[in-house]
Nanobody, 121 residues
Framework: VQLQASGGGLVQAGGSLRLSCAAS????????MGWYRQAPGKQRELVAG???????NYADSVKGRFTISRDNAKNTVYLQMDSLKPEDTAVYYC????????????????WGQGTLVTVSS
């Protein structure tokens, strides 16, 4: 599946952004979806994952601030990011995977091109 992420940009600390990810095919029945990020000089890390049934998982660093959701009818996944911090600055990648909880287990099948989020202090 091909993934197209959008919605990144520059925001001040404490602000919000909403990322979107459009998939090229039906994601509703079999695809875990999620978001990873990579900050400058750091390894890529999981941000959040969501199963076809809507089970959500988050990295500890974003719990209570970020919300992942999906619209299977539109083949789209979202990441609502609130209370942003400078340490959230990274390139955010939309991902898809077959299999239950595959995204959170790091078994990703498809990567989007990434969208840059910059949070200024």
């Amino acid at each position: 599946v091909q993934l197209q992420a959008s919605g990144g940009g520059l925001v001040q600390a404490g602000g919000s952004l909403r990322l979107s990810c459009a998939a090229s095919e039906n994601i509703g029945s079999s695809n875990d979806m999620g978001w990873y990020r990579q900050a400058p000089g750091k390894q890529r890390e999981l941000v959040a994952g969501i199963t076809p049934g809507g089970l959500k998982n988050y990295a500890d660093s974003v719990k209570g601030r970020f919300t992942i959701s999906r619209d299977n009818a539109k083949n789209t996944v979202y990441l609502q990011m609130d209370s942003l911090k400078p340490e959230d600055t990274a390139v955010y990648y939309c991902v898809a995977a077959k299999g239950f909880l595959s995204v959170v287990r790091g078994k990703v099948d498809s990567w989007g091109q990434g969208t840059l989020v910059t949070v200024s202090s």
